[in-house]
């Protein structure tokens, strides 16, 4: 590795120049709008009804009630 260094150093051994291939540039970088675009595969839809009044029960009553349900 110091060989190479000390080569490099003294002008002995050189890297070749590496052309940079030019950049290529998009003429048009957005997609078209055709290509963007998707048909409906499925649409899921909710009946909405009127509001159901919400009452306030005691913790105890409810946890009477949820072991009714899950024993």
Do not use: W
Request: glycine content about 2%; aromatic content about 8%; overall charge negative.
């Amino acid at each position: 590795r110091d060989l190479v260094q000390k080569a490099l150093n003294e002008g002995r051994l050189k890297f070749a120049d590496k052309a940079k291939p030019q950049m290529k540039v998009d003429t048009d970088p957005l997609p078209s709008a055709d290509a963007t675009y998707v048909e409906v595969y499925d649409c899921n839809m909710v009946d909405v009804v009127d509001h159901a009044l919400v009452k306030a029960i005691p913790e105890k009553e409810y946890e009477k009630k949820v072991q009714e349900v899950y024993p």
